[in-house]
T-cell receptor, first 114, second 108 residues
Framework: KAGVTQTPRYLIKTRGQQVTLSCSPISGHRSVSWYQQTPGQGLQFLFEYFSETQRNKGNFPGRFSGRQFSNSRSEMNVSTLELGDSALYLC?????????????FGDGTRLSIL | QKEVEQNSGPLSVPEGAIASLNCTYSDRGSQSFFWYRQYSGKSPELIMFIYSNGDKEDGRFTAQLNKASQYVSLLIRDSQPSDSATYLCAVPGYDMRFGAGTRLTVKP
């Protein structure tokens, strides 16, 4: 069974640009959560999607948004990029809704802002 | 006070020893607890999860919960150099809260 697939693996952007990251969950998994990981703040929850609906959202500005499609694939968008957005962005999936379920992570997208 | 706290380490143990990793949490109502292993440059990998109804053993790994003191521990028996990684504790609430992780080094 294929794992969680995130694309692209690496991205370099400049301040002010926007970026879209993609995540395909494990087959049969309908919940997708997004996280940001930085050396200073660690792993921080961004949001969770289930059945194309955002269920929870972490404490991030509105520049961070996401969506989920009917096939459970999810995208995350960050607009007006700032230097502090440089991070590893991780997607995790689980079969059912709720962050209290065991989640399986993808390899992440490493975003660098110049 | 952070909601999930871990000693950042590094924790160094000799090969074959027991490694003990601890995590404290602030939400007394927490019902489930997760341990992830993250190798350098890789994504977190789920290695163990327990619910508030008891401890759990899986091979060389044992997760124990002390609800009264609000901490959860991960014991790794017969530690191997391949266990060298950062171990992240996660406790779900409104969202999933991760500790900063404990870096474990197992020396041959």
């Amino acid at each position: 069974k294929a794992g969680v697939t995130q694309t692209p693996r690496y991205l370099i952007k400049t301040r002010g640009q926007q970026v879209t990251l993609s995540c395909s969950p494990i087959s049969g998994h309908r919940s997708v959560s997004w996280y940001q990981q930085t050396p200073g703040q660690g792993l921080q929850f961004l949001f969770e999607y289930f059945s194309e609906t955002q269920r929870n959202k972490g404490n991030f500005p509105g520049r961070f948004s996401g969506r989920q499609f009917s096939n459970s694939r999810s995208e995350m968008n960050v607009s007006t990029l700032e230097l502090g957005d440089s991070a590893l962005y991780l997607c995790a999936s689980s079969p059912v809704a709720g962050v209290s379920q065991p989640q399986h992570f993808g390899d992440g997208t490493r975003l660098s802002i110049l | 006070q952070k909601e999930v706290e871990q000693n950042s380490g590094p924790l160094s143990v000799p090969e074959g020893a027991i490694a003990s990793l601890n995590c404290t949490y602030s939400d007394r109502g927490s019902q489930s607890f997760f341990w992830y292993r993250q190798y350098s440059g890789k994504s977190p990998e789920l290695i163990m999860f327990i619910y508030s109804n008891g401890d759990k053993e899986d091979g060389r790994f044992t997760a124990q919960l002390n609800k009264a003191s609000q901490y959860v521990s991960l014991l790794i028996r017969d530690s191997q150099p391949s266990d060298s990684a950062t171990y992240l504790c996660a406790v779900p609430g409104y969202d999933m809260r991760f500790g900063a992780g404990t870096r474990l080094t197992v020396k041959p």
